[in-house]
């Protein structure tokens, strides 16, 4: 499955045919290694902000308190993502993807390191707390920078007939992540004292992190940064442009496309990050044994999320993302529940949470972004992905646990159903607007 031959240049010119083709198979693996290591970072964090982070940096208050300051810093990576992706425009547009991917991801890898190194508040105090802060709004930023573009050209490349397979193979890259993470903190939790591993072995998944980040860097590398894939970014119109040109012309198709994947965004830790802290402070479960259950989840979500593109190609991406919402309203109105019904309840809500998982999450990137004008298209698409991450995930976890320790978890499960009334809203609109047009 090979490239038109000789697509003409931004300039015009002819690419030439050694430059100008590439199989669409090729760049998914650079996609799926480069969204593994995003997400392993992510995991890692997240399970770290449940089980060590309210003993480690907030011993002061007690575990729900602890959890809930645990997750308003996890929230500061959001909230910093849009910084990084203007920080980082600037730099491909004066220097390069190369530069680009060079210093967001020793950026990743210095900030997540330095969180495998923390000293707890009983050592240094106070400082305990902004250290963490600082290393997670670098890890931010760092995410902001560490766009590539590689699934927008994934997505541009693909067959017209497998438009929706290639769209979920970015999506992989978010349960195999989270595979790997709750694998590493199930073996040491379970393996070791809870002395040690409050002492050291939580350490290790973050050293892990940045081992991966280095390989992740040199894949992504030999991608972008070789002629012949600088050459097929500038021959789609996947170049940087200042963001804010880009929000003057796209603003309102970046907003459509932030809220368009909410359902998705939202559900998405509503069966990671959010599970483990109810389990962990509310019931008498192991959390060793839910990060087994949510191993097996994740599976079936990556499952799932291939289903979704071979259902996407028959019936097309939004009329799968407008079912898929619908489905998501109907088990918020009853599924939290199922996580104080004992492990059996938890497996029941977990694998029906990644079937659902998968099936929205596979197609919602770039849901909207065929609407984005090519000369936009590259900045556009990051700038999405920053607000849709910030609307649908950063105050996720935080949200859901006040909510549900104040009023129960129907009320979680109103958060969620919030989040399918706002994607169904936006998809309204978008085809409004297309239909306009």
Not at 47 to 74: D, K, Q
Not at 263 to 291: C, D, N
Not at 413 to 430: D, F
């Amino acid at each position: 499955m090979a490239m038109a031959q000789a697509p003409a240049t931004a300039h015009g010119n002819p690419i030439p045919a050694a430059h100008g083709q590439a199989k669409p198979g090729e760049i998914a693996i650079g996609v799926v290694i480069g969204r593994t290591s995003e997400f392993f970072d992510f995991f890692v964090y997240a399970i770290a902000s449940v089980i060590v982070f309210p003993r480690l940096v907030f011993p002061f208050v007690n575990e729900l308190t602890g959890t809930l300051y645990s997750f308003a810093i996890f929230a500061l990576a959001f909230v910093a993502r849009p910084l990084g992706t203007i920080i980082f425009t600037a730099v491909d547009c004066r220097h390069g993807k190369g530069a680009k991917l060079i210093i967001a991801l020793f950026l990743l890898g210095t900030a997540t390191v330095a969180i495998a190194f923390l000293p707890g508040y009983n050592t240094i105090g106070v400082a305990a707390i902004w250290l963490l802060a600082a290393a997670r709004a670098s890890q931010g930023i760092a995410w902001g920078g560490a766009w590539d573009g590689l699934a927008s050209l994934l997505a541009l490349n693909a067959p017209a007939h497998h438009r929706g397979w290639y769209a979920m193979v970015p999506q992989l890259g978010a349960p195999l992540g989270l595979v790997l993470a709750s694998a590493l903190f199930a073996f040491f939790a379970g393996n070791l004292s809870a002395e040690d591993f409050f002492d050291w072995g939580w350490r290790y998944p973050f050293f892990v992190a940045f081992a991966i980040n280095v390989v992740a860097l040199f894949a992504r590398l030999r991608m972008v940064a070789t002629p012949e894939y600088s050459d097929l970014f500038e021959s789609r119109d996947l170049q940087p442009v200042g963001v804010a040109e880009t929000v003057a012309h796209e603003g309102r198709n970046i907003l459509l496309g932030a809220f368009a994947p909410l359902a998705s965004f939202a559900l998405f830790h509503m069966v990671t990050v959010f599970p483990l802290s109810w389990v962990f402070l509310f019931t008498r479960e192991s959390p060793v044994s839910f990060l087994v259950i949510e191993m097996v989840g994740a599976m079936v979500g990556v499952a799932a999320i291939v289903a979704s593109g071979m259902i996407a190609d028959r019936v097309g991406r939004k009329p799968l993302l407008i079912g898929s919402a619908i489905a998501i309203a109907v088990y918020s109105g009853f599924a939290p529940q199922l996580l104080d019904a004992g492990e059996a309840g938890q497996a029941v809500y977990m694998v029906l949470g990644f079937i659902l998982l998968g099936l929205s999450f596979g197609q919602s990137s770039g849901a909207i972004a065929s609407s984005f004008a090519r000369t936009y298209r590259y900045t556009a698409s990051a700038l999405t992905s920053d607000f849709a991450w910030l609307f649908g995930a950063g105050f996720a976890p935080l949200a859901a646990l006040l909510l549900a320790t104040h009023f129960g978890l129907i009320s979680a499960g109103a958060y969620l159903l919030s989040g399918a009334v706002w994607t169904l809203l936006a998809l309204w609109l978008s085809g409004l607007r297309e239909a306009q047009g």
